[in-house]
């Protein structure tokens, strides 16, 4: 994996006035299990470079050109010869511009209010930088929640986005030695308070007398003096000087006026157990984790509290000590966040995941107010709960019925908005849809893109073949390209020139909260043969004028024999039966027949397959579906045709124990190898590719 970092121009990357970029990425990329081959480039006209892996890029200053563009475009030219995998951009905006086509993993690092900075002001400006990018990594929780003022939520969670704090060196502290030094660093102006802390540490100095003040830093546009004969200004020093001397210090105060991304200087004074005083500001709270926090800002507040912790000897060493010990942002662990996140890029960092969270999208009814209760999605939405994954639903069509106005005629434009903002809270592993026609491919697609470790599936139930059903092919095959799999109830050799090898059959599943009859041991019915027929679940009734070739078929059947008791639903002006009342009409016969719209294909049934079977009642199967490859015939009763039908449900009425012996084996089978766990299951594995090695009863029939 080659790592470019691309410096700000002009940032001193050298051990001669480093800035605190420098100093952060010179301190990680020692640690960088991925420090070989990683190259650092910038522009400084300093030489004594802070480490050997950097390139000061050649520069050459042209009339009529930003020096920006200048310095970018020569680093492409470098980039294009050494073909990077991962381009880091630190804190310079305006630079995303002339990467936008680049094939390489693109990172940005703000280190500054993005508000400030040309190129991110903008909302629209800092959309680009989210459609950009494949990463943007924040300083501080401050600088995040800065960039996302204005911009929805679901950006906000995105995986692109990650708050990595800078860090520093972990050193063995003996807080014992500690000697009475109070210390500032930073630049020595009002921005930074320099200021107010003069004037306050003055006030101590001449109270008392055992103690001493050490500053670094410089300012050549803002002279604030101080003048004390204990007050010693280092001016400009490398890193480790000032570190030495944090060591030593008892107290370290950064109490700028500004509100400052985060703070090196309260970090550095942190990891070395200084008692540390900092001004609420920016992101300077989120440098230590114990201390003084100043809500007010003023010379005497400063003083007060600098005061308090030279007479509180005890609070003091206290604070050092909790100070020093909770410390956790060294370098080891940052550079281990930072390797993570590039190693994310090329790695899929899901498959081992025990446990998900999951978005499960289709049609619950909702607005059918329990009708259509029993359903598939249902049934799904139960396997992947016994499989303990945190399950969160939406209910795609009963949004899309409570959200129609005006300005959202279909209401698809609110449920989009819906599933993105469901997204950006929930942050799933994986995303189910269900029959989910109107979430649309764009939107899948914004999805992928902020949230690449999403996996993406859907089911589909109904019929489809390259002819009659042709309609539903087309609907199955809309979002296949954007999604890692696809299961569906048809076989998939029923549709013909598919490239896709990523699309798997899957039978109806049976729950047993759903399907827990156990009908072969009743004894009494009052009916031979079960039937329902509707013409649309959504329809509930009948749709005048509609038929179709079961009707045919139940029309045949009823005149075949004058011997069977029939019970069915959905013909001659018998309307369709639904949730417990169909369950209830089922209980009523001996047997019942499995029978789907159209021409049989391989292993298709609609879902009333698992209600029959699955209640144990004995159920009769069109041999031509082929099911006989997954049910024996001591299972299931195979016909051949309505002669075939009409006999065997004469024998089988007059035969009790048999009859309800193939119920049991039919039921028992549904249940142990195609129930609602086992299919979720085998989705879950094949959209995350695992488990290779585990088959399912259904797979290779």
Same mark, same amino acid.
């Given at each position: 994996?080659?790592?470019?970092?691309?410096?700000?121009?002009?940032?001193?990357?050298?051990?001669k006035?480093?800035?605190?970029?420098?100093?952060?990425?010179?301190?990680?990329?020692?640690?960088?299990?991925?420090?070989?081959?990683?190259?650092?480039?910038?522009?400084?006209?300093?030489?004594?470079?802070?480490?050997?892996?950097?390139?000061?890029?050649?520069?050459?200053?042209?009339? /009529?050109?930003?020096s920006?563009?200048?310095?970018?475009?020569?680093?492409?030219k470098?980039?294009?010869?050494?073909?990077?995998?991962?381009?880091?951009?630190?804190?310079?905006?305006?630079?995303?511009?002339?990467f936008?086509?680049?094939?390489?993993?693109?990172?940005?690092?703000?280190? !500054?209010?993005?508000? @400030?900075?040309?190129?991110?002001?903008?909302?629209n400006?800092?959309?680009?930088? +989210?459609?950009?990018?494949?990463?943007?990594?924040?300083?501080?929780?401050?600088?995040k929640?800065?960039?996302?003022?204005?911009?929805?939520?679901?950006?906000?969670?995105?995986?692109?986005?990650?708050?990595?704090?800078?860090?520093?060196?972990?050193?063995?502290?003996?807080?014992?030695?500690?000697?009475?030094?109070?210390? /500032?660093?930073?630049?020595?102006?009002?921005?930074?308070?320099?200021?107010?802390?003069?004037?306050?540490?003055?006030?101590?100095?001449?109270?008392?007398?055992?103690?001493?003040?050490?500053?670094?830093?410089?300012?050549?546009?803002?002279?604030?003096?101080?003048?004390?004969?204990?007050?010693?200004?280092?001016?400009?020093?490398?890193?480790?000087?000032?570190?030495?001397?944090?060591?030593?210090?008892?107290?370290?105060?950064?109490?700028?006026?500004?509100?400052?991304?985060?703070?090196?200087?309260?970090?550095?004074?942190?990891?070395?157990?200084?008692?540390?005083?900092?001004?609420?500001?920016?992101?300077?709270?989120?440098?230590i984790t114990?201390?003084?926090?100043?809500?007010?800002?003023?010379?005497?507040?400063?003083?007060?509290?600098?005061?308090?912790?030279?007479?509180?000897?005890?609070?003091?060493?206290?604070?050092?000590? !909790?100070?020093?010990?909770?410390f956790?942002?060294?370098?080891?662990?940052i550079?281990?966040?930072?390797?993570?996140?590039?190693?994310?890029?090329?790695?899929?960092?899901?498959?081992?995941?025990?446990?998900?969270?999951?978005?499960?999208?289709?049609?619950?009814?909702?607005?059918?107010?329990?009708?259509l209760?029993?359903?598939?999605?249902?049934? +799904?939405?139960?396997?992947?709960?016994?499989?303990?994954? @945190?399950?969160?639903?939406?209910?795609?069509?009963?949004?899309?019925?409570?959200?129609?106005?005006?300005?959202d005629?279909?209401?698809?434009?609110?449920?989009?908005?819906?599933?993105?903002?469901?997204?950006g809270? /929930?942050?799933?592993?994986?995303?189910?849809?269900?029959?989910?026609?109107?979430?649309?491919?764009?939107?899948i697609?914004?999805?992928r !893109?902020?949230?690449?470790?999403?996996?993406?599936?859907?089911?589909?139930?109904?019929?489809?073949?390259?002819?009659?059903?042709?309609?539903n092919?087309?609907?199955?095959?809309?979002?296949?390209?954007?999604?890692?799999?696809?299961f569906?109830?048809?076989?998939?050799?029923?549709?013909?020139?598919?490239?896709n090898?990523?699309?798997?059959?899957?039978?109806?599943?049976?729950?047993?909260?759903?399907?827990?009859?156990?009908?072969?041991?009743?004894?009494?019915?009052?009916?031979?043969?079960?039937?329902a027929?509707?013409?649309?679940?959504?329809?509930?009734?009948?749709?005048?004028?509609?038929?179709?070739?079961?009707e045919?078929?139940?029309?045949?059947?009823?005149?075949?024999?004058?011997?069977?008791?029939?019970?069915?639903?959905?013909?001659?002006?018998?309307?369709?039966?639904?949730?417990?009342?169909?369950?209830?009409?089922?209980?009523?016969?001996?047997?019942?027949?499995?029978?789907?719209?159209?021409e049989?294909?391989?292993?298709?049934?609609?879902?009333?397959?698992?209600?029959?079977?699955?209640?144990?009642?004995?159920?009769?199967?069109?041999?031509k579906?082929? +099911? !006989?490859?997954?049910?024996?015939?001591?299972?299931?009763?195979?016909?051949?045709?309505?002669?075939?039908?009409?006999?065997?449900?004469?024998?089988?009425?007059?035969?009790?124990?048999?009859?309800?012996?193939?119920?049991?084996?039919?039921?028992?089978?549904?249940?142990?190898?195609?129930?609602?766990?086992?299919?979720?299951?085998?989705?879950?594995?094949?959209?995350?590719d695992?488990?290779?090695?585990?088959? /399912?009863?259904?797979?290779?029939?």
């Amino acid at each position: 994996m080659k790592i470019s970092i691309l410096l700000p121009y002009k940032e001193n990357y050298s051990k001669k006035y480093a800035g605190a970029v420098s100093i952060f990425i010179n301190e990680i990329n020692k640690e960088s299990k991925l420090k070989h081959t990683t190259k650092i480039f910038g522009n400084t006209e300093f030489k004594n470079y802070l480490s050997k892996n950097y390139v000061n890029i050649p520069f050459k200053k042209k009339y /009529f050109q930003s020096s920006s563009k200048i310095y970018v475009n020569n680093f492409i030219k470098l980039e294009k010869k050494r073909k990077s995998d991962i381009i880091e951009i630190h804190n310079r905006p305006l630079y995303l511009k002339y990467f936008l086509y680049f094939k390489n993993k693109i990172v940005f690092y703000f280190h !500054n209010d993005p508000l @400030t900075m040309a190129g991110s002001i903008s909302v629209n400006d800092r959309i680009f930088i +989210l459609n950009t990018c494949h990463k943007i990594i924040f300083n501080s929780e401050w600088t995040k929640k800065r960039f996302f003022l204005g911009i929805e939520n679901f950006y906000l969670n995105s995986e692109k986005i990650d708050v990595i704090y800078q860090s520093t060196s972990r050193k063995k502290i003996n807080l014992s030695k500690k000697e009475n030094i109070i210390t /500032f660093v930073g630049k020595l102006n009002k921005s930074k308070g320099y200021d107010l802390f003069g004037k306050a540490v003055l006030k101590i100095l001449n109270e008392f007398s055992d103690w001493k003040a050490v500053v670094f830093g410089d300012e050549l546009r803002e002279q604030i003096i101080f003048d004390h004969d204990r007050l010693i200004n280092m001016g400009y020093k490398s890193n480790n000087s000032v570190l030495k001397v944090y060591e030593k210090s008892s107290i370290a105060i950064a109490c700028s006026r500004w509100e400052e991304p985060f703070g090196r200087s309260s970090l550095e004074a942190s990891s070395r157990g200084c008692a540390v005083i900092i001004s609420n500001k920016g992101g300077l709270p989120e440098t230590i984790t114990d201390g003084i926090i100043l809500n007010k800002l003023t010379v005497n507040s400063i003083y007060k509290n600098i005061k308090n912790l030279i007479i509180n000897k005890k609070k003091r060493i206290n604070i050092q000590k !909790n100070s020093y010990e909770n410390f956790y942002l060294d370098n080891k662990f940052i550079s281990e966040k930072i390797d993570n996140y590039r190693n994310s890029f090329f790695y899929n960092t899901n498959k081992n995941n025990k446990k998900l969270r999951i978005l499960h999208v289709t049609n619950f009814n909702v607005r059918h107010n329990g009708r259509l209760f029993y359903n598939t999605g249902r049934r +799904l939405n139960n396997g992947l709960l016994k499989l303990g994954h @945190t399950v969160q639903t939406l209910s795609d069509r009963d949004t899309i019925s409570q959200e129609r106005k005006i300005t959202d005629v279909y209401g698809s434009k609110s449920l989009n908005l819906k599933f993105l903002e469901i997204v950006g809270n /929930f942050k799933p592993n994986l995303i189910i849809l269900g029959h989910a026609d109107a979430i649309s491919n764009h939107t899948i697609q914004k999805i992928r !893109n902020f949230y690449p470790s999403i996996r993406f599936s859907q089911w589909f139930l109904d019929k489809m073949d390259n002819k009659t059903w042709s309609t539903n092919r087309d609907r199955f095959l809309k979002k296949i390209q954007y999604l890692d799999c696809s299961f569906c109830t048809t076989h998939p050799s029923s549709l013909k020139n598919l490239k896709n090898k990523n699309i798997f059959f899957i039978p109806n599943p049976v729950d047993e909260t759903f399907e827990n009859l156990e009908l072969y041991k009743k004894n009494y019915h009052k009916y031979d043969l079960f039937f329902a027929l509707s013409h649309g679940v959504h329809r509930g009734t009948l749709k005048k004028g509609k038929t179709d070739n079961r009707e045919i078929f139940l029309n045949k059947l009823l005149n075949s024999s004058n011997e069977i008791r029939f019970n069915i639903f959905g013909i001659k002006d018998n309307q369709p039966i639904w949730a417990e009342n169909f369950k209830n009409e089922l209980s009523k016969s001996k047997m019942a027949l499995n029978l789907s719209q159209g021409e049989p294909l391989k292993f298709y049934s609609s879902d009333r397959i698992s209600q029959l079977i699955g209640n144990g009642i004995l159920t009769f199967v069109d041999r031509k579906t082929k +099911l !006989n490859k997954i049910f024996k015939k001591d299972e299931v009763v195979f016909y051949s045709n309505i002669k075939d039908l009409s006999k065997k449900i004469i024998k089988y009425k007059n035969s009790d124990i048999l009859r309800n012996k193939i119920a049991k084996k039919g039921m028992i089978k549904y249940h142990k190898y195609m129930n609602s766990k086992l299919v979720a299951e085998f989705m879950i594995n094949k959209s995350f590719d695992i488990n290779h090695k585990k088959k /399912f009863f259904w797979e290779n029939k």
